[in-house]
């Protein structure tokens, strides 16, 4: 049994690796994002950086580390850096406790779809919709995590 | 072998996925100590927040960056993300070189034991309690790195 | 098949599991390079670490958030969560799909070689090496979340 839990052939693992994949991706987005903002403001926080990019396209780059556009998406990406890791990990461990793949996809479901609108309405500065999506991302990974504690011992 | 090696009738497994989910929670139990230290100090990094916060409660919360418990707190939360997400890749990996069960278990009960008492320490500042757990629970990590290491290949 | 994918035995997963743990060391080296410039130049984030280090050492150190050196060791460290989790969780999933050997190890060696580099340029304040860097770890992850994401199913 257990040997091919792990497979993509087992249709709970197989959308586990998607929706992983998918909250990474979203991540590397937020990521680009950063540097696009960045550059878009003329704001970097390291002197090499301002220098280089005014080398390149003849700007007036500052060194600054307090611009408030930069730190929301800082803001952002840290917040994902509390989240999607433990996704990650209890989310395998989720899938070797053997649940019931409808369940189990409406669990990955939630949570990819709640980090992508929290990311959504934390930049567009949308509250209270910013803490509802991040409750919702983080109960569909607590109820893994009870799952797996129940499956689990000490 | 290799077969039943990542499940929970392996009780190497089942304490790694146990004590993983624990420090997830506590990593968890310091976000929602976040929001309620902002939340009592009245100090929100995000216009957006205070704004929404002040309309629910009637309060006069502000948008600062500075205070100093919030502040304690994210760092305390970055510590933990720079330590518990290698714990939960390397933990899964040194159970697959198939310790033996009681050795394992005290590296994931340790592990486990110096991340709650670090936070513990680095809530009530006490130094240098707060060195001595942030350095058991890297020695933990650093003996699986080790094993996994001689096991491995490049 | 799937049974013994997850095993030292496979090639893969054993160069899987060194290049985790190479880029876990660098992860640590930075952290443990932050404490040591951060007890050189005698610049503390918390009031009871510059306390508690001056009674040892009998030395001046003070409490502040701002030295130009222990903020740029800090951004490094903060770009490594961003990337170096990705890995770990991607490169497994990446090594269940069953790749080529040979294209595998590119991928981990590139990576791993990657951060390092970067490490040493962000430090340096190298640029456009850092950026190059950090693209090359970037485009590696990429390449396996891509290979992943054609395994897998939503």
């Known amino acids: 049994m257990a040997s091919t ?4 052939e087992n249709p709970v693992f197989a959308a586990y690796a998607t929706h992983a994949c998918l909250v990474i991706l979203k ?3 937020v990521a680009r994002y950063t540097s696009f903002i960045r550059c878009r403001v003329g704001v970097f926080t390291n002197p090499e950086d301002s220098k280089t990019f005014n080398k390149f396209f003849d700007t007036n ?3 600054r580390l307090d611009n408030p556009d930069v730190e929301r998406v800082r803001r952002l990406h840290l917040n994902d850096l509390e ?3 433990a996704f990650l990990a209890v989310g395998l461990l989720y899938v070797l406790t053997g ?3 409808r369940v189990a996809l ?3 479901r939630v949570f990819t779809a ?3 609108l929290h990311t959504v309405s ?3 500065g949308a509250q209270p919709w910013r803490t509802l999506f991040f409750n919702a991302g983080m109960i569909s990974t607590l109820s893994m995590v009870v799952q797996v504690l129940m499956a689990g011992s000490l």
Chains 1, 2, 3 share one sequence.
């Not at 839990?5 to 993509?8: A, D, K, M």
Request: charged share 10%; with cysteine; glycine share 0%.
């Open 114 to 116: 709640a980090r992508c």
């Open 83 to 85: 989240n999607i890791p």
């Open 61 to 63: 780059a500052k060194f």
């Open 122 to 124: 934390y930049l567009a």
């Open 99 to 101: 649940p019931s793949p």
């Open 27 to 29: 991540m590397f987005v």
């Open 106 to 108: 409406w669990h990955f």
């Open 5 to 8: 839990v792990l497979s993509f």
